[in-house]
């Protein structure tokens, strides 16, 4: 049975159908009654995942016109959807749905479901909605269209204005905005054997409902989920601002055993940055969406790992037992951290995972890809739990997604830039690292006084180093007036060894004062 046969009849299964005409859309489902309610698309959407889980995966069948299918990234560029035709445009909800048509690489038809006064309603992709620009008399008339994804818009920068706000488009990624940002990095739904010995699965949306706005606040969006080893119904409570939060409730179905599963996935890149000035030639002091990996943990440690561009693929793993966070973080907002006049890195978001609910035992994975392109996504991180999820079994997986300026749970000092360079004997490596205080203000002082030391009797701070292999040498602590931070410099003897892993905290007494450097040197 075809896909889209399946969507009609699985659908029409759980919910009377009856066809309407209407410009755009088709088949109108009625809620019963004694299934209304705000959670009734959740559990359609759920029971539609389990009956699906239990057949055989069927791919998707791509009918995409061949002057679409076979476009360059420039025409791809230039296909737009018209904003006069956004739904709810003229309707002051505060939210606008704007549609993304299958061309160029996104060939896989996604069927959109508007859920609007007690009934669901498909939205037929046409040509009337999109400028297809340099396309424009290529499509023939009368051809089949369908869509790849969605975006929202909501005004988050300005009252009058509707900026976007999130976006789906492939597979199972989306990317989402706060207020002040630009697009870079992306979540998904569901990773499966990322950085694993098998290739890569990447389970894909195949249906979205979208239910009209209820509030000024928020809008909610359900997806169906398929791939050949899992189906998943997601919940997505979406309420854009000054942070952009996204509740996500999942329910999977897998159809096999699943061991390498990775939950709530952000993918990024990272080129260059101070600690690794000599990777790329670029006249950029950094280029990159994340700088950082931030991670909360059960021992209630606020640890950050600077990224790298390895020479080849690294994987780290941060053991943990139910965590209580983690994300990908562009700390540095400031141009001249860039000097990059188009891309304007200092103004992408940050994402931060909350879990909800124990997650047991696991690790959070780091993986790390070499590059020499700022354009391919090399960073991802994701939950990978111990426990592999079982054929026949479901599974109900909860978290909060923020879309940030920055990790939003620890008020200490942060851990700022990173520099690497040559230590005083031969054969030894440099740390420099910078602590900033965001209870300060961090302008840059033009003047500064002579430089006091940190842990003299005034204020009593103490930085506390490891090594996993090799010796560091005592550090040096002092005041960094042009960033109203503190400053932690030290030499390390990586000896006979091809590797280590560092750690650098700060304390006050016996307290932790800071968030966990860590860095893996490579020789």
């Known amino acids: 049975m075809r896909r889209r046969t399946f ?48 057949r055989a995966f069927d791919p998707p069948v791509e009918q995409v016109p061949p002057a679409l299918a076979t476009m360059a990234y420039d025409d791809y560029r230039d296909l737009r959807f018209r904003p006069d035709r956004a739904v709810w445009r003229d309707e002051n909800l505060g939210f606008q749905l704007q549609f993304f048509v299958a061309a160029y690489i996104y060939k896989s038809p996604v069927d959109i479901f508007l859920v609007e006064n007690d009934t669901i309603r498909k939205f037929e ?26 975006r929202i818009h909501a005004p988050i920068n300005t009252p009058d204005y509707y900026d976007e706000v999130i976006a789906f488009q492939g597979a199972s990624y989306f990317r989402g905005l706060a207020k002040g940002h630009t697009y870079g990095l992306s979540a998904r739904a569901l990773s499966l054997n990322a950085g694993g010995p098998d290739p890569e699965e990447f389970p894909s949306f195949k249906s979205f409902w979208i239910e009209r706005p209820s509030d000024q606040r928020s809008i909610i969006v359900h997806g169906l989920l398929d791939s050949p080893s899992v189906t998943g119904a997601y919940s997505f409570v979406i309420a854009p601002g000054v942070q952009t939060t996204v509740d996500v409730n999942s329910w999977l179905f897998p159809r096999r055993d ?78 001249s951290g860039y000097q990059d006049l188009e891309a304007h890195y200092e103004s992408r978001p940050s994402a931060w995972v909350e879990p909800k609910g124990m997650w047991g035992a696991g690790c959070a994975v780091l993986l790390e ?11 991802v991180a994701f939950w990978r739990p111990d426990k592999k999820l079982e054929s026949g079994n479901s599974y109900n997986i909860g978290y909060r997604l923020t879309w940030c300026d920055d990790a939003p749970t620890w008020t200490g000092y942060k851990v700022g830039k990173t520099r690497v360079g040559q230590g005083l004997r031969h054969g030894t490596i440099r740390f420099v690292i910078d602590f900033l205080d965001p209870r300060r203000n961090s302008d840059i002082v033009s003047r500064p006084a002579l430089t006091p030391l940190v842990n003299s009797t005034a204020i009593a701070i103490t930085p506390i180093t490891s090594a996993s292999e090799g010796a560091i040498e005592k550090p040096l602590i002092e005041r960094n ?21 560092l750690r650098l905290a700060l304390f006050d007494d016996t307290r932790a004062a800071s968030e966990v450097w860590i860095f893996r040197w490579r020789r």
């Open 7 to 54: 969507l009609t009849t699985g659908l029409a299964a759980l919910i009377p159908i009856r066809a309407v005409r209407g410009e755009g859309m088709t088949e109108i489902a009625t809620f019963p009654s004694d299934r209304a309610g705000p959670n009734h698309i959740a559990d359609v959407v759920r029971d539609y995942a389990k009956k699906l889980s239990e």
């Open 125 to 150: 992709a046409n040509s009337s909605l999109f400028d297809f620009g340099r396309q424009t008399g290529k499509i023939p008339d009368g051809a089949t269209l369908s869509f790849s994804g969605f």
């Open 258 to 335: 699943i061991p390498g599963v990775g939950i709530a996935p952000l993918t990024s890149m990272f080129m260059k940055d101070t600690h690794q000035i000599g990777k790329v030639a670029d006249f950029r002091p950094a280029v990159h969406d994340s700088e950082g990996f931030a991670a909360w943990n059960e021992r209630e440690e606020h640890i950050w790992r600077p990224l790298i561009n390895p020479e080849s693929v690294q994987t780290s793993c941060f053991l943990d037992k139910n965590p209580k966070g983690f994300g990908l973080i562009q700390r540095d907002r400031t141009f």
């Open 369 to 379: 890809l070499p590059t020499q392109v700022e354009y391919l996504d090399n960073i």
């Open 481 to 501: 007036y042009y960033t109203a931070g503190i400053r932690v410099s030290f030499d390390f003897d990586p000896q006979s060894h091809e590797e280590s892993d």
